[in-house]
């Protein structure tokens, strides 16, 4: 059921037909309300952007099943889509060269998709084992932060000092710390302001989208040279991007927060998609010419982007 918010009115021909914004949970019980997964969509239609009812799946399998029937709908309608999720792509460059078992992104995903084990009717998940097992396996303390009486394999339950050089911060999460917002590190796995978890748990669901559509799922910026791509782009496709709701103006569309984050990234982008501007989000080289090259190369290749940034 469509909902009310500002009308956004059509101007420039768009990029994206529609958009989907989730706000994920590395939960291990399933969760509704504060805290829980919250899915927002929105599209055209005729000339005004509709936007749905925020969905609050219980566990991450009723999200993704969600998500690839709303995705296959819209293809099937030929609809350009841009997806979003709330959670890190990635790791700083540092780490994969800091240790041999994961020498780069893809290497990574792969690792994760291999090892987490996410029970798809009640979320238990066994992602602070794993976490465990690789840094015993990468011989590198990355990970850290587990909840009290946790037993098993498992990370320190406190921050651990990286070698000398260590960097626990992508370029991208550097930049915005200079702006005086924090974003905080991969590491951290639970506790105030821990976000590692929900890569943890999120990245093997984004590679079951990935497999599920193919080269229709198209991850931005590392499948998509930036906005390179855009211009051969197949039609229709999905453009999948890192989000960080910090970044944008959030308004309180929804009484939960997380939903409310979501709702305002629906609207955000698609006004930026109206107003001719979102092109020159996705093409970071362009808006950022003072950035040096060897640093955007690494970003659009190993550490990734946050759209809004």
């Known amino acids: 059921m469509p ?26 019980e399933p969760i509704l309300g504060h805290h829980g997964i919250w ?4 599209s055209w239609n005729d000339q005004h952007l509709i936007v749905e009812t925020p969905v609050n799946p219980a566990t991450r399998d009723q999200a993704t099943r969600h998500l690839v029937q709303r995705i296959t709908n819209l293809l099937s309608k030929k609809k350009c889509i841009l997806f979003g999720a709330d959670f890190a792509y990635s790791y700083p460059a540092w780490f994969f ?8 992104r893809q290497a990574l995903w792969a690792a994760l998709v291999q090892r987490i084990e996410d029970n798809p009717n009640n979320n238990a998940n066994n992602r602070f084992t794993v976490a465990g097992q690789l840094n015993l396996a990468m011989g590198l303390a990355w990970y850290w932060g587990v909840p009290n009486g946790y ?10 000092d990286l070698p000398p050089g260590g960097v626990q911060y992508r370029w991208v999460e550097n930049h915005l710390r200079g702006q005086d917002l924090h974003p905080h590190s991969v590491r951290q796995l639970y506790g105030n302001g821990s976000v590692g978890s929900q890569s943890l748990m999120g990245i093997p669901r984004l590679h079951q989208l990935q497999a599920e559509f193919g080269s229709r799922f198209q991850t931005w910026p590392f499948d ?12 229709p496709t999905v453009v999948n991007c890192e989000i960080w709701p910090r970044t944008i103006p959030v308004q309180k569309y929804h009484a939960v927060p997380d939903a409310a984050e979501m709702l305002s990234y629906v609207v955000w982008a698609a006004q930026q998609d109206a107003d001719g501007n979102l092109m020159g989000w996705l093409d970071v080289p362009h808006r950022l010419p003072n950035v040096p ?3 955007l190369a690494i970003a659009q290749a190993t550490e990734g982007w946050i759209l809004g940034c």
Do not use: C, K
């Open 151 to 160: 037993q098993g394999d498992q990370p320190p339950a406190h921050q651990p």
């Open 224 to 235: 998509t040279a930036w906005a390179q791509a855009f211009a051969n782009m197949l039609r």
């Open 39 to 42: 899915i927002a969509e929105g």
């Open 97 to 104: 060269t800091a240790q041999n078992l994961l020498p780069n």
């Open 3 to 28: 909902i009310d918010l500002p009308i956004v009115r059509l101007g420039a021909a768009p990029i994206f037909d529609a958009y989907i914004f989730v706000d994920w949970s590395a939960a291990a």
């Open 293 to 295: 090259a060897e640093d």
